[in-house]
């Protein structure tokens, strides 16, 4: 999954950042309005941390701009406002949660993992298919109840193709959600990856569409189907 984080505090975007990058995000920052809305605006983002008080761009247009051009990412509103007008002012604009500064990394971590999967039409951070297992919370996964051991990119794989079970998903997509914007992206990496995952998961947990790109199924399931 991956984030933007647009917050002009240099030491709390580098603290927000590792503790995101720690959680098994991909992270991208902005320091100022006119930078974030650039990002928002032209990469595919699970989800956004927004400061009201940015410099050049105020974080409420960036969100009005956002949403008036079909942008649906989830959006989290982080400031040291806490005038409920503000907080109205920022949903009325289209944002999805509101924290207020100082705040709990918890809880931050737990609000944003509330919005990715609610995006996704998950009601909890555990995603079950046939016995294979996604724990998005402790950044886990299990074949029948046995822990897999996987790298911080095989997960981010996992957890995406587990948010969106049973959708072909295009190796450009997989790229553009793993991997943050300095990464060097190759797309061929993803078939190196994903055949790591067959591996470990199952080899027919992970269906390949040609021209197309990934499925991840519940093998029984598909079988029984044909």
């Known amino acids: 999954m991956r984030i933007l984080i647009v917050e002009d505090d240099p030491d709390l ?38 400061d009201l008080g940015l410099p050049i761009i105020d974080g409420i247009s960036i969100l009005q701009k956002w949403r008036a051009d079909g942008k649906d990412f989830p959006v989290l509103i982080l400031t ?20 207020t500064k ?5 809880e931050l971590l737990a609000r944003l ?7 996704a039409g998950h009601t909890t951070d555990t995603i079950d298919i046939g016995g294979l297992m996604v724990d998005n919370r402790a950044g886990r996964a299990f074949v029948d109840g046995a822990p897999v051991k996987l790298t911080s990119h095989e997960f981010r794989l996992l957890s995406y193709m587990a948010m969106h ?11 553009e959600h793993i991997y943050d914007q300095d990464f060097d992206r190759d ?14 998961i199952g080899v027919k947990r992970i269906e390949t569409v040609r021209g197309l790109g990934y499925r991840l199924v519940d093998p029984v399931t598909e ?3 044909k």
């Open 13 to 50: 975007c580098r603290q927000l950042s590792e503790a995101l990058g720690d959680a098994g995000y991909a992270i991208d920052m902005a320091t100022d309005g006119e930078e974030g809305h650039f990002l928002g605006d032209t990469e595919p983002y699970d989800a956004v941390v927004l």
């Open 80 to 99: 040291a406002r806490d005038q409920w007008s503000e907080k109205v002012s920022g949903f009325d604009a289209g944002a999805d949660d509101y924290l």
């Open 102 to 106: 100082p705040f709990h990394t918890e």
């Open 113 to 119: 993992r509330a919005l990715v999967r609610r995006a």
């Open 165 to 175: 079970v049973g959708k072909v998903i295009s190796r450009t997509e997989l790229v």
């Open 187 to 200: 797309s061929n990496t993803i078939e190196v990856f994903v055949g790591r995952l067959r591996r470990k």
């Open 223 to 225: 079988e029984a189907e």
